[in-house]
């Protein structure tokens, strides 16, 4: 199917925890248009892996507004949700061997994958064979996961992501514990499903070269979109509610309740602190 749009309006995630409640996500607003590619990077516990399951439809909001392609997350019944994770939302989980059957073949791993989608869209699903040439398997399809190569796994984990032909692809960290040659093939294969399919891509990645390779990198801090890089350059991002953060950097010098005047001119903002 064709690249989703992802939309996320004022998004609050709080997990009720014994030691109290712990927000993780604090009103993340983020637009992705179908067929983007997206990295997710920023500090451990900042609310990465959160935005994801939200994405995937693991979980629904506390508050604000998950948008897939025209469905609202929040709206959906856990039945709906689970239809929508098979089909039209793929995920990747970190680590290959969490995706994959190690003793069975990688066509079998797909065959199985495609299960909720032969039900519920037969149309679009394609032969094995040809998912895995899309991540530069073919001829691979007889082989056991547990006899690939770590590089060729982590591609038939994102081959089994990809089995039901999804419109959004959710991937957490496609190239951690790769070597060069294998990482260079794991963002090869994820250029291709993006060209080729205009498959709209979402990795959470620590890897600087996933950011580089996808071009737009989007930093969560404490729970919000702290800053946004688009070919090599870095932005600030304005929230929903009008906040800007500063980089963490400046916080030393511009501590919490620092007052600040603001002047507009031409297109250039100025911020002069009182000192
Ligand atoms: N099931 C849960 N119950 C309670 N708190 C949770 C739960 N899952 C995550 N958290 C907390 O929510 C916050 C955000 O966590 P999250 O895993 O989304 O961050 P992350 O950016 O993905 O981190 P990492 O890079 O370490 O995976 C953290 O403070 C974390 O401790």
């Not at 992705?32 to 900042?46: D, E, H, R």
Request: charged letters at 25%; proline letters at 6%; aromatic letters at 2%.
């Amino acid at each position: 199917m064709n690249g989703l749009a992802v939309i996320c309006r004022r998004v609050v995630q709080i997990y009720r925890a014994e030691g109290g409640d712990v927000v993780a996500l604090a009103g993340v607003d983020l637009e992705i248009a179908p067929g983007q590619k997206v990295a997710l990077v920023g500090p451990s516990g900042s609310g990465k892996s959160t935005l994801v399951a939200l994405l995937s439809g693991l979980m629904r909001p506390s508050a604000g507004r998950v948008q897939v392609g025209l469905v609202d997350i929040g709206k959906l019944t856990d039945a709906e949700l689970a239809r929508l994770r098979g089909t039209d939302i793929g995920v990747v989980l970190q680590g290959a061997n969490r995706n994959l059957l190690p003793y069975a073949t990688l066509e079998e791993n797909l065959w199985l994958a495609q299960r909720r989608a032969r039900k519920v869209r037969p149309a679009d699903v394609e032969p094995p064979e040809t998912i895995a040439g899309l991540v530069g398997l073919l001829g691979s399809g007889h082989r056991r996961i547990l006899d690939l190569p770590p590089g060729a796994r982590q591609r038939a984990a994102l081959a089994v992501g990809l089995a039901a032909s999804p419109g959004l692809l959710l991937v957490d960290e496609p190239t951690s514990q790769l070597d060069h040659d294998a990482r260079d093939e794991v963002l090869e294969a994820l250029d291709r499903v993006n060209r080729e399919r205009g498959t709209t891509i979402v990795a959470v990645t620590h890897d600087p070269m996933v950011g580089e390779a996808f071009g737009r990198v989007v930093t969560i801090r404490d729970g919000r979109v702290g800053a946004e890089g688009r070919g090599g350059r870095e932005f600030a991002v304005v929230a929903g509610d009008g906040t800007v953060q500063l980089p963490p950097a400046m916080l030393e010098s511009y501590p919490p309740g620092t007052l600040f005047t603001v002047d507009d001119t031409d297109g250039t903002v100025t911020f002069e602190a009182e000192r």
